[in-house]
Each structure stands twice: as structure tokens, then as C-alpha cells.
């Protein structure tokens, strides 16, 4: 080994490390929001992950829990995601350690690309695009040392490597595809130059190929065992195994199954602005040095276009197939994900540009060390402005919100209960609960989107016998099909159980509201049969205070699920009075001005106990002091009614200037000042 080479290693090692060490402490020890809950659940019961499987993050995930049973799953499969992304950055400054030799460069390759908010905030967290880092980072660093390789049989030996690490990379994110795509014909290509390619060596590389796709045959085995109680699809016929491995229920090529899409030229934009906001000006230009230096460079030219044309290609064709709104902050939270896959490219072609200013301006100039000193030190302050400003955000070793949320919702049901959930929200952390932490093991959940599916239907009848499905599948569109069912008669065979529907219920089928009622039970709906008394008092008594919940309103970045989990707790504790408000709106007699009193009152209890609160709680209690007027009670002050209702009127349009009721709004408050005014009048002149 040579002395460059040696110093390349301890340079890899000690950015591995010092990343660790920084990853490590941050890391989230409970379930995470989104996916998260479902992949360790997943690994938990060793069933197949949604589509397309992520049989090697599974197996991974599973490993990390064996190894470190003292450990929750969650923390262990989080801890494993957090080395992974480590080892990834380790890559990315081996890379231009290979093609501009070990210095301030390689350190700002990897260096930058840990420390950027997207790379340390999806490190912390178990989710895949910690492992897909670490082939990105490994095919940059494959290519850089075929491109160096010195002679065919390293040139052989490092194609072969890289073609495993292909398959085995696509066994994790798809997305890894479109890197692939560019990188073969550039193998193959090279191979050629140099007299290299042969059938013999083509039939060797697609072997090696097809091997990285061992991991796949886990999916067929474990939906064949049908062990797990959690498991997606059926992958034990040949047309199973390529809907799953297609994402054919999500849409292929699609983020998502929906008909929403966005212009290539919005999603471009917003790529280019998270890479000035979270990479900054001064390393996209760095990045654009490289490339340009680099075409001067004979040893740098290949890979260094070969890099920029990955990017591009990649971030095109992501651009033109991300087929979600991206004006919603949650929505483009799940796509700003996938511009990891560029931010590595884009971080190396930085440290190339580092490297390759350092090395023109020593040797116009002169005075290596100098250049080399200031190199250095430019790097480590970037380093710890970005360390200093993304660490609160990524910091996650407190965060605990989304398991909070699950463990109150199955702390509020009844034994025995069934649970239908409805979203990533709720099922994932529920799921991870029930399954993993063996949290309320006599409920049952019931997922309502996957009831549209046999698999699923099929699955769930066996590993909860006391569920029954009156069909094959749910279809909410067609429930009177052959071998389909609604959704009322879903609820009527398994009477035996409580049922609640978390959050909602899915929409196109009303058929429930035939022979069933819907109680709201904090973010739950109670399903109770139709001729089932209501107690308004009682079910408010019961509903108060269902949740021990203490998070501040709007403390959580919008883009995140735990802003979704506390907004949805937030607004449970108005849920009774808006149902008992919407009741009275639609009965006549002496109960409906009894209704308007109960929901006045819990509206004015909430309001008057928390000072920050979301508006539409103005909206709704100023609406419910004008109903409570107008319904004739005798035990308000018509004064204090009208006072109240133009007060929250007037603090809900200081909140929601924007509403397009607010011209309405406004008339409303005027008409109820002139009333107010009117009856103070009327109160001076009587004697």
C-alpha cells in the first residue's frame, strides 16, 4: 500500500468515525413517522414491506435487532440507519480520494454531504435512503477506481464488484436504476477501449449482476411460510412477485396512485432551491469548478461528466414522473427525500472542484501548504456552520411524538376493540406498537385501504380468526359486486367487536350510515349501531380529557409527521363540541338549544384553558355563541353571546386573513356589532 492510498484510508476512517460520532447521539430512539413503522414492523414478523419489497433493508433491519436486543426495534433498526448513512459519506470521500488524491477535498465530499439537513435528518430515522446513500456512494467510488485501475485484472475485478453492487443496490431503491443505466454502457465502453470485452466477460458481469438480486427471493418464501400477522401482497405466484417488484398498486414509475402531477419545470425549481438552501451557493459553485477543471484534466475528465450525467438524467426523469403536490409541506417532505440521490454526485463533484482549485492555484502560484492550509480550514468552517445550523432540527434523540400518538390512541379504545385505520399515520405506528411492542394485544387492527385487496383479506382471515370478511375484498366504488362487500356489511358480521375508524373513514362508501352512527372518540370515530341511544353529557364527560397530550400548537416543522400527529391531537379535543354543534344543526326542538349550551361550553373550555390553539377554534366557538342566541336559552346573557361571537370572529380573520369566507365573515361581525349596539340601547332607555 502506498503512502497516498494509506492516507486515503485513515482520512475515509476518520470521516467515518466523526460522522458516527455525530449520528449516533442524535439518533430517534422510538418509531418514526412514515414508513418507518411499517418497515420495522416488517422486519419484526419477517414479512414483505411495501412495494418493492426492500428484502435487503428487512434482512439488515432484523439483523440490527438480534444484535442489539437490549434495545427497543425501533432504536436498533434508527442506530443501523445512522451507520449506514455514516459508511455512505465514507464513500463519497474515498471517491475523490481515488480521482484528486486525500485532502480537503475528499473531507468536504463526504464531510458536507453528512452534515446537510436531508442526509442527517433520513440518517436518523428507519427508512431506506440510508442504505441507498451507501450504494450510491459505493458505484461513485467503484467507478472512480475502475476509471484509475492500472491494469486488466483490476479493471476485471472492479466491474464484477460493481455489477454486484448494482443488483444488490436495486434490491433496496429502484431509483438506484437510473445511476445504473449510465454506468453500464460507461463499463462497457471502457471495457471495449481497452480490449477487454468478450461474451465470457459479458456473461460473468450479468451473473454477478443477477446475484446482487439474491435478496429477492426472500419475498416469495416468507409470503409462502405466511407467518407474518403484517405482511404486503402475495408473492408465491409469478405475477404476485412482479406487481410487488413493478409497484403496479402505487404505479410504476410513480411516487404514488394518484392523478395529481406537477410541471417538470416546479419540481426543478424546487430541486435547485433546496440545493442553495441546504448545500448553499458556494459549494454548487465548487461543484461547477470541478466540472470544469476536471474537462482539462485527463484523469478526471470520464468520471467527472459521468457523475454530472447521472445527476442530470436522474434528476429529470424524477422531475418529470413525482407525481405529487408539492404546495402541501408534508407532500414535499416525501419527495425532497429522493434529491439525496443528486446531493451525492453534486457533493463530490464540490470536493473535485476543492481539490482541483487547490491544485491550479499551487501550481500557478506556488506555496502548496499555504493553499492547502486554507483549503483545510475553509472546509471545517463550512462543516460546523452546517453542524450548528441543521442540528436542532436533526437532533431526534428526544423525539418521541408519533409513538406518543399511537400508544393514547390504543390507550382510549375498549378491550377487544377493532381498530380500522386509515393512512400512514395511524397504521404504521399502531402496526409497530401491536406487533413489535406487544402494546394492546387484544385489539384488532384492520387496515382499510389494503381491505381493498384479496391478499390482504385473505391474510388478515387467518391470523385473526375472529375478524369476518362477508367477501374477497372491499370494494367501496362497487360493494354489491360478486365476491366484494361493503362496508356496513363488513360492520355488521363482526358486531362482536367495538369498532373504530382512525383517522376517518375512506370515502365512496356510504353504505355505513344505513345501520350505523359515528361517535367522535378524540382522532377515533366509535361505529356504533344506528339505534344506539346518544348521551350528549355523558359521551362529553367521556370524551374531555381521553388524551394526555402536552405538545405545544404548531411546534413541529410542517414538512414532518410529527406536526401532522400533534395537529391531529390538537384538533381531537374539539371533535365532541363540533360533533354536538353539527347535531344540533340538524334537529328541532328543545334539544337542539341544549345541544348548542353543551357545545358552547366545551368550545369556551379549551379556548380559555390554552392561548395558542389552532384558529378554526375561533371560528367554531364564535359560531356556537351565535347559534347558543338565536336558539332563545334563557341562561346566557345575550350581551356576553354577541361579545363573544364578534371577538373570536375578529381573531379568526386576524389568523386566516386569507379565508374565502372572509368577506362573509366580516358582514357577519358587523350585523352582530349593530345587534350588540342595539341592545345596550334598549337597555339604557328602558327604566
Known amino acids: 500500500m502506498s503512502a497516498e492510498q494509506r492516507r486515503s484510508w485513515i482520512l475515509t476512517g476518520a470521516t467515518v468515525a466523526c460522522v458516527a460520532a455525530l449520528y449516533v447521539p442524535c439518533v430517534q430512539r422510538t418509531v418514526p413517522g412514515g414508513d418507518s413503522g411499517e418497515l420495522i414492523t416488517t422486519a419484526c414478523e419477517l ?40 459508511a455512505a459519506c465514507g464513500a463519497l470521500c474515498f471517491t475523490v480520494c481515488r480521482l484528486a488524491g486525500p485532502g480537503p477535498g475528499a473531507l468536504l465530499a463526504g464531510g458536507l454531504f453528512a452534515v446537510s439537513r436531508l442526509t442527517w435528518q433520513w440518517s436518523m430515522v428507519a427508512e431506506v435512503f440510508a442504505l441507498n446513500n451507501l450504494f450510491v456512494g459505493l458505484l461513485f467510488f467503484l467507478t472512480a477506481s475502475f476509471h484509475c485501475a492500472e491494469n486488466t485484472t483490476q479493471r ?45 466477460t459479458l456473461v460473468s458481469l ?56 406537477v410541471s417538470l419545470t416546479t419540481m426543478l425549481k424546487a430541486q435547485l432551491d433546496h440545493c442553495l438552501a441546504d448545500l448553499s451557493l458556494p459549494v454548487l459553485v465548487l461543484a461547477g469548478t470541478g466540472l470544469l477543471l476536471s474537462s482539462w484534466d485527463r484523469m478526471c475528465c470520464s468520471v467527472s461528466w459521468l457523475f454530472a450525467v447521472m445527476m442530470l438524467v436522474y434528476s429529470l426523469f424524477f422531475a418529470w414522473r413525482a407525481n405529487l403536490d408539492i404546495s402541501r409541506p408534508l407532500l414535499l417532505g416525501v419527495v425532497e427525500r429522493f434529491w439525496l440521490q443528486s446531493d451525492a454526485a453534486v457533493c463530490v463533484l464540490a470536493g473535485l472542484g476543492l481539490s482541483r482549485t487547490h491544485a491550479g492555484l499551487e501550481r500557478r502560484l506556488g506555496n502548496g501548504e499555504l493553499w492547502k492550509t486554507t483549503g483545510w480550514v475553509l472546509t471545517m468552517a463550512l462543516l460546523a456552520h452546517m453542524v450548528h445550523t441543521n442540528h436542532r432540527e436533526c437532533d431526534q434523540s428526544r423525539n418521541s411524538v408519533v409513538e406518543r400518538f399511537g400508544r393514547e390512541l390504543l390507550a382510549s379504545v375498549p378491550t377487544d376493540s377493532m381498530i380500522l385505520t386509515r393512512g400512514d399515520l395511524p397504521g404504521n405506528s ?12 387484544d385489539v384488532c387492527l384492520v387496515d382499510q385501504e389494503m381491505m381493498t385487496y384479496t391478499w390482504y383479506v385473505a391474510k388478515l382471515g387467518q391470523h385473526h380468526p375472529g375478524v369476518h370478511f362477508p367477501g374477497r375484498w372491499w370494494d367501496p366504488v362497487h360493494p354489491e359486486g360478486k365476491d366484494t362487500f361493503s362496508l356496513e356489511q363488513f360492520l355488521s358480521h363482526n358486531t362482536q367487536r367495538e369498532a373504530f375508524a382512525c383517522i376517518g373513514l375512506s370515502d365512496g362508501d356510504p353504505s355505513w350510515e344505513r345501520s350505523f352512527s359515528r361517535w367522535p372518540l378524540g382522532v377515533c370515530d366509535y361505529l356504533v349501531p344506528a339505534q344506539t341511544q346518544f348521551h350528549p353529557e355523558k359521551w362529553a364527560h367521556h370524551t374531555r380529557n381521553i388524551y394526555n397530550w402536552s405538545e405545544p400548537h404548531n411546534s413541529f416543522h410542517p414538512a414532518s409527521w410529527e406536526r401532522v400527529a400533534n395537529e391531529e391531537m390538537w384538533q381531537a379535543r374539539m371533535k365532541t363540541a363540533f360533533f354536538l354543534f353539527d347535531l344540533a344543526e340538524g334537529i328541532q326542538g328543545e334539544g337542539k338549544a341544549r345541544l348548542f349550551e353543551l357545545s358552547y361550553t366545551l368550545y369556551k373550555e379549551i379556548v380559555e384553558v390554552h392561548s395558542d390553539y389552532p384558529s378554526n377554534w375561533d371560528k367554531n366557538l364564535a359560531l356556537a355563541c351565535e347559534r347558543l342566541l338565536r336558539s332563545g336559552h334563557q341562561g346566557y346573557s345575550p350581551d356576553s353571546l354577541l361579545t363573544c361571537s364578534t371577538q373570536h370572529f ?17 358582514s357577519a361581525v358587523t350585523h352582530l356589532l349593530k345587534e350588540r349596539d342595539k341592545l345596550r340601547q334598549s337597555r339604557r332607555q328602558t327604566p
Open 206 to 261: 450479468g451473473v454477478c449482476f443477477l446475484l446482487g438480486f439474491l435478496p429477492y427471493i426472500y419475498l416469495p418464501i416468507s409470503s409462502y411460510l405466511n407467518t407474518a400477522r403484517w405482511s404486503w401482497g402475495d408473492q408465491t405466484t409469478l405475477s404476485g412477485l412482479l406487481t410487488h417488484l413493478l409497484r403496479a398498486e402505487y404505479g410504476t414509475f410513480s411516487l404514488a396512485k394518484t392523478e395529481s402531477s
Open 47 to 86: 414479512g414483505v414491506a411495501h412495494p418493492p419489497g426492500y428484502p435487503l433493508f428487512t434482512l439488515l433491519a432484523r439483523l440490527a435487532m438480534c444484535l442489539l436486543p437490549s434495545l427497543s426495534p425501533a432504536h436498533s433498526v434508527n442506530l443501523m440507519s445512522s451507520l449506514l448513512g455514516a
Open 430 to 441: 399502531l402496526r409497530y406498537l401491536h406487533y413489535c411492542q406487544d402494546v394492546r394485544p
Open 156 to 200: 476485471r475485478k472492479i466491474s464484477h464488484w460493481g455489477a454486484l453492487c448494482c443488483g444488490l443496490g436495486l434490491c433496496n431503491q429502484h431509483t438506484l436504476v437510473l445511476y445504473v443505466l449510465v454506468i453500464i454502457p460507461w463499463v462497457l465502453h471502457r471495457l471495449y477501449s481497452h480490449r477487454e470485452l468478450s461474451l465470457r
Open 650 to 666: 375578529s381573531l379568526y380573520l386576524q389568523k386566516e386573513p386569507t379565508d374565502p369566507q372572509a368577506a362573509a365573515i366580516r
